[in-house]
């Protein structure tokens, strides 16, 4: 059974700082890993989506990366805002020949807020 | 572009009590998804769907049932509510190449008493 898992739980920074959020994932049989934002009471917001054979995307400030030989993604925040605040889930479909084919599981999520 | 629409977006029932949550998508999507989104539980699979026709339990499929008898409708069945259903229902869908990403509905929350 696949396993997500995001480090830290929370964080808590000053406004303009860079910061990184990261992801492991147990099984590495993956079609891709997509990123999400949750803001309080809302829906996901998708960010970035990182197939297998790719190594990282970038969109603005936001860049991820895929490291799938050992399971780990990350997602850099360059010079962070207050409106960066939210809870950030990371999440992998599983592929052929792997415990979770065709599903979407995520991680617990990282509770990110930036303070002015 | 609508993408993914649930409804209703808010619901208060009583225990025993049955509802249906319906999602409608118009991406022509053939994977349908349920979630359910719990404090400190994450977001867990309930049942989903590869096509029109057919379901499959996911992680935590009791006390549910779906149905996909439309390619773009995918709904989700409680026989008999219990406060234990309580949570936000998110619904996803995404193509079977899984060349893009899911989409996710604005979710569902639903309250039994």
Known sequence: ?116 | NAGVTQTPKFRVLKTGQSMTLLCAQDMNHEYMYWYRQDPGMGLRLIHYSVGEGTTAKGEVPDGYNVSRLKKQNFLLGLESAAPSQTSVYFCASQTRTFVGGYTFGSGTRLTVV
């Open chain 1, 1 to 116: 059974k696949q396993e997500v898992t995001q480090i830290p739980a929370a964080l808590s920074v000053p406004e303009g700082e860079n910061l990184v959020l990261n992801c492991s994932f147990t099984d590495s049989a993956i079609y891709n890993l997509q990123w999400f934002r949750q803001d309080p009471g809302k829906g996901l917001t998708s960010l970035l989506l990182i197939q297998s054979s790719q190594r990282e995307q970038t969109s603005g400030r936001l860049n991820a990366s895929l490291d799938k030989s050992s399971g780990r993604s990350t997602l850099y925040i360059a010079a962070s805002q207050p409106g960066d605040s939210a809870t950030y889930l990371c999440a992998v479909t599983g592929s052929a020949g792997g415990t979770s084919y065709g599903k979407l599981t995520f991680g617990q999520g990282t509770i990110l807020t930036v303070h002015p």
